[in-house]
């Protein structure tokens, strides 16, 4: 078995380690980090991209606590058609206008051309909602509330990247229908919650809760709100998830009408919801470094990963059994551990490896650690290493989860802090904006002073827009003007580039 | 509230009730409860169906099963997209000849054409398969063990139907490589093995384990073995599940080797597997009735619907709160059970709503029950009703579950027994073939013999084929001749018309 000194030559015969600098190339250093520490692979048509077995369970550990949540709401999994007709996608004008330029067409099969040309879902209320109609007769049969787990087709042109921006990508999409309105914004609300809890208590990612303006809702809804989260390192505002309230827009169109208790007919209130497996390319973004990965605890399928440090003439079967006992002993307590006993991979090139998948704690065990009945914990998040002794592995275990957990969110809540600027004036904005800030500034909320905005600020690195408008609201003095109008401020906004 | 006398009307009025018989029209009867037992909407799109609530929930308890089982066998979930290039997709020739007329495929996206069609997956291994040779490299690097959920899409002409064939479906799909065969072998079986406890101990159906001939194996693969299962009223045989040994075909079209410990370049062998929606189907043609579904203690979301009768006069109060009482024990005892507090039903209509949708128990709660501190139960298997003391209640119930289950299961395989003919010759056969029989034959397992018995057999019915070759055969005494050539029989084959 190779020793330390031969770790940087494994490291090159193995292709570990990253050759892009987080702070220097972003982008390579993305696309690298997440085929490297085996969340993605790159497939032969572009914008597509193989979700691996380490991608796929963050997605599963994030969709059994939501899928969990939304059942105590008593909502309900169903599963409609990939495929929609032309005629009833293009029943709502605002709505097919926002997707049609991304919709991929089915017009043959086998050697047959269709009928009609098929399209595939970029999103279902089209699908959906004829059916509510059907569904939907009396006050009854409310609220209708379902969700669905599913791929989403959309034929983007601009930029393709992993997780954040691709032309099939996983989601669930909630769409639910209510008597009142005030029931649907109840809903809008309760939903957004449990995106924030994905983003701040799964993935230790900060986000800012809001309402989008009326150039960036959802098209067709009434209106939007979102958990944005940003990335420091490009100076870019995420959309984190969407939780819209539809209003009757919808229900318009497709005739969604119920007769209430009196007997009379009513329009319903409609919302829909979706978080995708972007959430998973946030993380990456937001956690990752030059080493590679790395993951918060709680979505971690690897929380531990137990490495035998075997030297010669040492005790090997002691160190094995006592890395096999650790392993044991942690996932009895609920922790995911797993130890890694392949041969012919060095302790260094095991350290690599599982550092740049990203996993939070390793425990090492050596000759010394097995003598004084205790192992070697070493910390992902910020390389610190301490001894703990096998009799309080479990309990010390936990907490050190816990504590890169909460440490994770900490960081990245404070780099997320240093980047928000308050501005007041144009020239602060557009300052701010060089210095790739997330920029918070009063605004009149008018839909021709957003395009002006958009106007004014285009160039290479794209322009900037309305990220939303913050539920928690400083103080807007009486008087204060909108940064880009000079008309009375309506509202704090936060603004910036995006993704 | 309408008293029983007034269930006849209101029946009708909510149109409860079927209007075909199993017995007499089994294809109207099949679609009319799959839509009114709400597990089924049909599309606007020809051979697409929405998958409601009920659907939904009885798949993810199989999914959480089997889901669990493969992970214990160290088989990792990935996600592979939905399209696939025509050049990969045409590596495998046999293979592709065996899905290419029913592919979809993507010509246009927004209002531009692509440059090259894209097609839909109809299954992955073509889409896999290039970055299994990718990913493998050398023997440490195996078994590599993969498994999807997803949908798939197989444009078919031939006579959709609501979960047995539709051009889109939901499946799980295994890919996996070993080293050797014997462990390809192994894996087969206990795949199989699996599948076969989904049919016969989830939803209570028997099934045959078999290995299927050489022209109904998977296109492209070495053997296919599967579990089949037989629908009495039509006389059709239904492939329940398929587990293939690959071999080393699509190995060597996709170029997967590795070197062995010893240095020496070797070709991996593959197994690929799944099973579908379909399932659900089969479920609902073998346990439905003409009062509509019938579904499985284990499979069911709702195993015990509770249903207040309350009368004038009596108390109302007291009879709602023992409904309560009792979903409140049971679920704490882990039974799935809820009560049907809805006003403006009648007791009646609700028995007929809770029977159309297949809950296995129901308990009625009346005045007189409340009195005796009793419950009444009806099971929806075969309508015996009995007078439970609310003080056993829940072991009574955990073990009348048990019971409707057991009980299903064998009237299932009473009645497909029923239909297992042994013959011997040709004219035993077609008059077997006749009758609806599922048949048992002494074959050469030639495949010109069973193009053979194709051709002879074909008709409007459609022609017979092997449903396979079972693993328990029966003694094959010596000198016996194939039911079809008169040459020397090589093993027992179940034949007969198949969905």
Redesign the interface.
Known sequence: MAGGGKKKEVKKETGLGLSFKKEDNFGEWYSEVVVNGEMI?Y???SG??????W???IW?IMQTFFDAEIKKMRI??????????SS?LEKEKDHVEGF????????????SDLEI??A?RPTSETVMY??FS??IRGH?DLPLK?NQW??V?R?EFSNPTPFIRS??F?WQEGHTAFASKAEADEEVLQILELYRCIYEEFLAIPVIKGKKSEMEKFAGGLYTTSVEAFIPNTGRGIQGATSHCLGQNFAKMFEINFENEKGEKGMVWQNSWAYSTRTIGVMVMVHGDDKGLVLPPKVASVQVIVVPVPYKDADTQGIFDACADSVDALSKAGIRAEADF?E?YSPGWKYSHWEMKGVPLRIEIGPKDLEKNQVRVARRDNGAKVDISRANLVEQLKNMLDNVQQSLFNTAKQKRDACIQVVKTWDEFREALSQKKMILAPWCDEEDVEKDVKERTKGEMGAAKSLCSPFDQPELPEGTKCFASGKPAKRWTYWGRSY
């Not at 597509?48 to 077995?53: M, T």
């Not at 309900?76 to 007709?85: A, G, H, I, Q, R």
């Not at 049609?100 to 050697?111: C, D, H, L």
Request: charged share 25%.
């Open positions: 692979d497939y032969d048509i597509c991209y193989i979700l691996r077995p991608t796929m369970s599963e309900k999994n169903c599963y409609f058609p990939l495929f929609v007709s009833v049609a330029p991304e919709v991929a067409w089915v017009t043959k099969s086998g050697k040309p098929i595939i004829p059916y059907k569904w009854r379902l599913c791929n087709v034929w032309r099939e996983l392949r012919n």
